[in-house]
Nanobody, 115 residues
Framework: QVQLVESGGGLVPPGGSLRLSCSVSRSLYSFEMLEWHRQAPGKQRELVASFPRYGSRIYADFAKDRFLISRDTTQNTVDLSMRDLQPEDTAVYYC?????????WGQGTQVTVST
């Protein structure tokens, strides 16, 4: 079993920045993929960014040039740094990892962009 715990969400004004962190219960080297997703009210969950074991990081079009996915293999954390946040970025952000054919998810952290 794998546990993921997200943190770092909150309320931020338009143009602001946040750094989300996902603490994972086992070595990050175990996983084929590390990801962040988000789900806005009334919308489907969507991929934000992926950090594969091999290959380049992948970003959704809305995340390019504003978001950065990173990992710390000593702390077993996966971070999502976000800048220039806009109201349309308001969502619950979820961390996910893939182990073999199974995806594990965190409980999510709320990000609200508003004045």
């Amino acid at each position: 079993q794998v546990q993921l715990v997200e943190s770092g969400g909150g309320l931020v004004p338009p143009g602001g920045s946040l750094r989300l962190s996902c603490s994972v219960s086992r070595s990050l080297y175990s996983f084929e993929m590390l990801e962040w997703h988000r789900q806005a009210p009334g919308k489907q969950r969507e991929l934000v960014a992926s950090f594969p074991r091999y290959g380049s990081r992948i970003y959704a079009d809305f995340a390019k040039d504003r978001f950065l996915i990173s990992r710390d293999t000593t702390q077993n954390t996966v971070d999502l740094s976000m800048r220039d946040l806009q109201p349309e970025d308001t969502a619950v952000y979820y961390c996910a990892v893939r182990l073999g054919t199974t995806d594990y998810w965190g409980q999510g952290t709320q990000v609200t962009v508003s004045t």
